[in-house]
């Protein structure tokens, strides 16, 4: 049911206090950040990109996109936030030397491995998912394969 009306879901333990799980997941969805959130990055720079598009963001989530820099000769990667606050429309703009990015990851290779691959592929598979739970009996098949 949260899927199919964009809601959020939590587990609720029996062996936890129901009240106070209850109380914390109200805390957690009752006053969202923001809203329609979307994320924007330049023309024909970003490949495969997965969900860029978010109904809300609350307190305490997290919002992950990951891609594949398709120009091989970007050296500067700006990204822009758009996003609805409780009172006003928010436009955030970040910018980040790829060079930079590459020699992080590079000194941190035996920490992540092929992480970025693997989040993108986490992504991508749990984002299909999601829309098959909502989509028609004969795209169910083509979203599963």
Do not use: C
Request: proline share 2%; glycine share 4%; no cysteine.
């Amino acid at each position: 049911m949260a899927l199919e009306n964009n809601g959020i879901a939590r587990r609720i333990y029996e062996d936890s206090d129901a009240p106070l799980q209850l109380q914390g997941f109200y805390d957690e969805v009752a006053n969202p950040l923001l809203l329609d959130i979307e994320l924007q990055y330049p023309d024909n720079a970003i490949s495969e990109l997965t969900q860029a598009s978010f109904k809300q963001y609350y307190d305490g989530s997290e919002i992950v996109v990951a891609g594949k820099i398709s120009d091989s000769n970007l050296d500067l990667l700006i990204a822009e936030v758009f996003a609805q606050s409780a009172n006003e429309h928010l436009t955030l703009k970040a910018e980040v030397k790829v060079s930079e990015v590459e020699n992080v990851t590079q000194q941190q290779q035996y920490i992540f491995g092929d992480f970025t691959e693997q989040l993108w592929a986490y992504l991508t598979i749990q984002q299909l998912l999601e829309k098959r739970v909502s989509a028609e009996t004969n795209e169910k098949k083509n979203l599963m394969d």
